[in-house]
């Protein structure tokens, strides 16, 4: 119990709160909004105005501080984590959090990277876009090999949903019939190029099983009715999305659910505002507010609601639960089967190959093309592969690079620069993505002494990758080069990283669903076993990980976990 | 260390040796002799200062459009290192700068800004093609990589000499490349 005010006395009374404005906690609000709740919606970073706080937005190099470049130490001692990732510079460094400011604990030889954006819209700010579906098998796979528990939903429960939300996010994608990676929803698709068609034609034909699709992203290539009345438009091409887009033409929160919860004058925001704990009413057997500590003042108030989404990101909400301790639950919220922060996964990548395309010299491309190609998963589909479990797919794309090969190339003066004022050689990567097996091994708990400057115990964490895993990254590897060779491509080369878990920034576990509340958090429904009107549906609430990016099927399983709840509420049984 | 103006104007004669039909270029005066007046480095001792901008003008000449030199790239390092750099980097660049000094002397007894344009290229590309990796040839390889990125992330470099396309509008996956087509720059 936390001794606070409320944060206004008139008004601290909600139908419902979401903890965090990223991609779940956008879609929550939206959903709960649309219902006709009052919702709160906390977010512990600073408001963000789309359009206007995207101060990189548009910039070229030249007008930016340094060319781009953020000063060396302020890397080294404001970023020494999310350096780490490719999108932070001098055009996106407000999106990211100080590694100072918001300290974590792993082992010296136990790296794990946690990627964070703390401000109104979270993450789906700088978030990658490329959006697939699960599919069956993704659902029935722990199940099948009995690693972690089973899945308490099927492909068939959540696949209305994902139709929902890709009509409303606006996903570009070609259909393609592919049991493994079902078609959606889709916007037109993008563009292949002349090498990724060529690199496309020869795979497929000698890999059988094996397709080269265009990347799924949430991007307008054709707004609809439904995206232009947001005020949302058409993807310009200019691939700096991270930037932020006024356009609205990639999916944010700030670009689409929070301006569609924002018109049913059901929503309040509180920015800067820190979810410290859920507290929990013994008597009624309710969670029934939200601990809120202001991150500018370190004055502590409480939201009170009937329900609550925590929508904090994966680690964040198990944070939060771990942190709200009482008589009833001494471990955590929601927490009495004991599981709650373990089993945390990312996806395994790193691992690929390069080559070069000797051909299509007198070809080019025009714009910057925010997608690039997909190879759907193939390994253990039909047919058991001996060497690992599950599987992995490729992205990637083929390009000309331009003037930043002279890093690589020798030569100076006149020849250095008539070679950098044209297109070099085509170029193609692939890159795998690969499914990390849930482990209970793999945690974060509360550290016992060290807390942050509002007064909450930092999170240790420890994740690392298996036997299943390192085998799967080498296959990864192997397998980049064998298709690269087998379309033409000379001076291939592979790489395999060992990149640091947390890195791919798809963190997904620690508050998982099952259908056994001895065994996992939530049920069917992103309802906590054991408290039934807390919601969780961020990545926390995966039971296992799959191999396709995973933010679309929070999306959709939050849409569908909201929709439970108002039945529920208005049933009277929540 | 002085410059001397006779092997700087020698210099700037080798520099002025392309005819210059470009308007964009504010002044026919040699980088040398403005540098001479101008010396108002932030990070870099005069020496130095000088040193750097006659590699940047080695590693990206002027040709029939400005090369690095003309376009201040040697500035755009020297406000890096005095204000972007940590200072580890910093001392690297001091250090780095004074070696390739040294290289010059050791060979043909003279300072690198004395030497003729034939012998300064011969060293840096002695450097450039190193076959074995030592100090010396990775400080010219990062070096050379600060004078290629300084250059094209300028906006002469980034949209004069290379094009630039802010809004393209839609992406287009095979286009033709014509002769005279310059790459993208960003």
New interface residues.
């Given amino acids: 119990m936390v001794n606070v005010k409320n944060i206004n006395s008139n008004s601290n009374d909600f139908d419902a709160i979401v903890v965090g404005s990223g991609i779940s906690g956008g879609w929550a609000a939206k959903e709960l909004c649309e219902k006709g709740l009052k919702v709160a919606l906390i977010e512990r970073g600073k408001n963000t105005i789309h359009g206007k706080d995207y101060l990189g937005e548009g910039k070229a190099p030249w007008d930016l501080p340094y060319h781009g470049k953020i000063p060396e130490d302020t890397l080294n001692n404001e970023y020494f984590i999310q350096q780490q990732n490719y999108a932070l510079n001098q055009s996106t460094k407000h999106f990211f959090v100080s590694d100072k400011e918001n300290p974590y604990k792993t082992e010296k030889d136990k790296p794990f990277s946690w990627i964070r954006g703390y401000q109104l819209g979270g993450r789906s700010l700088l978030w990658y876009r490329q959006s697939y579906r699960w599919c069956e098998m993704d659902f029935e796979a722990n199940k099948i090999d009995g690693n972690g528990v089973d899945w308490p939903i099927r492909y068939k429960d959540i696949a209305p949903w994902y139709d929902y939300v890709e009509t409303f996010a606006g996903i570009s994608g070609s259909k393609e019939g592919l049991p493994q990676l079902p078609d959606g929803k889709f916007l037109p698709p993008m563009e292949m190029n002349c090498v990724e068609l060529e690199v496309k034609k020869n795979i497929e034909n000698k890999f059988p099983g094996r397709k080269m699709i265009i990347g799924r992203c949430a991007h307008l290539t054709k707004p609809t009715k439904e995206h232009l009345e947001l005020g949302r438009g058409q993807c310009q091409s200019r691939d700096e999305c991270e930037r932020g887009c006024s356009f609205g033409a990639y999916f944010s929160s700030l670009s689409a659910t929070l301006p569609a919860a924002r018109r049913t004058n059901n929503l309040t925001i509180f920015t800067d505002s820190i979810a410290h704990s859920v507290e929990y009413d013994k008597e009624n057997k309710r969670a029934s507010g939200i601990n809120v500590v202001n991150s500018k003042t370190n004055e502590f108030s409480r939201l009170n609601a009937r329900i609550i989404f925590l929508c904090a990101s994966t680690l964040g909400t198990t944070q939060i639960m771990l942190n709200s301790k009482s008589e009833s639950f001494p471990n955590g919220i929601a927490n009495s089967s004991g599981v709650l922060g373990h089993y945390l996964m990312d996806h395994i990548f790193e691992s690929g190959a390069n080559g070069v395309y000797p051909g299509f010299q007198d070809k080019y491309f025009r714009g910057r093309r925010p997608n690039g190609i997909y190879i759907p998963r193939y390994h253990n589909i039909d047919k058991k592969d001996d060497r690992f479990l599950r599987g992995f797919g490729f992205q990637g794309g083929g390009k000309r690079p331009g003037w930043k090969r002279g890093r690589a190339i020798k030569g100076l003066g006149v020849d250095l620069k008539e070679q950098l004022k044209r297109p070099g050689p085509w170029t193609f990567s692939l890159g795998g993505f690969g499914e990390m097996l849930p482990d209970k091994r793999n945690k974060v708990w509360l550290d016992q002494k060290q807390k942050d400057k509002w007064g909450i115990p930092i999170l240790n964490i420890e994740c690392v990758l298996r036997e299943n895993e390192l085998k799967m990254l080498k296959v990864m590897a192997e397998d980049a080069k064998e298709m690269l060779e087998a379309s033409g491509m000379v001076d291939v080369t592979t790489y395999n990283n060992s990149a640091p878990p947390g890195l791919a920034i798809h963190e997904m576990g620690t508050a998982r669903m099952g259908r056994d509340p001895n065994t996992s958090v939530l049920n069917k429904h992103n309802q906590c076993h054991d408290v039934p009107n807390l919601f969780i549906t961020d990545g926390s609430c995966m039971t296992s990980s799959a191999c396709q990016n995973p933010s679309l099927t929070y999306m959709a399983l939050t849409a569908r976990a909201a929709d439970s709840a108002v039945e529920m509420l208005q049933e009277g049984r929540i | 260390m002085k410059i001397s103006r006779r092997e700087a104007l020698k210099n700037t004669a080798l520099i002025l040796g392309v005819s210059l039909p470009l308007s964009h270029l504010k002044s026919a005066m040699s980088v040398f002799e403005i540098d001479e007046i101008d010396y108002k480095a932030s990070f870099f001792a005069r020496k130095n200062y000088i040193l750097l901008t006659r590699i940047a003008d080695?590693?990206?000449?002027r040709?029939d459009t400005a090369?690095a030199a003309d376009i201040g790239v040697h500035r755009?390092i020297d406000?890096?290192l005095s204000?972007?750099?940590?200072v580890k980097?910093q001392e690297k660049y001091r250090s780095g700068l004074n070696s390739i000094d040294k290289l010059a002397i050791d060979s043909h007894r003279k300072s690198f800004i004395d030497c003729s344009a034939e012998e300064q290229?011969k060293i840096?590309?002695g450097l450039?093609?190193h076959p074995e990796k030592n100090a010396q040839s990775n400080f010219f390889s990062e070096l050379?990589?600060f004078v290629?990125?300084?250059y094209?992330?300028?906006?002469y470099?980034?949209?004069v000499?290379?094009r630039?396309?802010?809004?393209?509008?839609?992406?287009?996956?095979?286009?033709?490349?014509n002769e005279d087509?310059?790459?993208?720059?960003?």
């Avoid at chain 2, 080695?58 to 000449?61: A, K, M, Q, W």
């Avoid at chain 2, 094209?152 to 906006?155: I, Q, R």
């Avoid at chain 2, 630039?164 to 490349?177: A, N, S």
């Avoid at chain 2, 087509?181 to 960003?186: E, F, G, K, L, N």
């Fill in positions: 080695l590693i990206i000449p040709t090369g755009f406000t890096m204000e972007w750099a940590s980097t290229t840096l590309t450039d093609d050379k990589w290629i990125s300084g094209y992330t300028s906006e470099g980034g949209s000499e290379l630039y396309d802010p809004m393209p509008g839609q992406y287009r996956g095979c286009t033709t490349l087509d310059r790459v993208w720059s960003t």
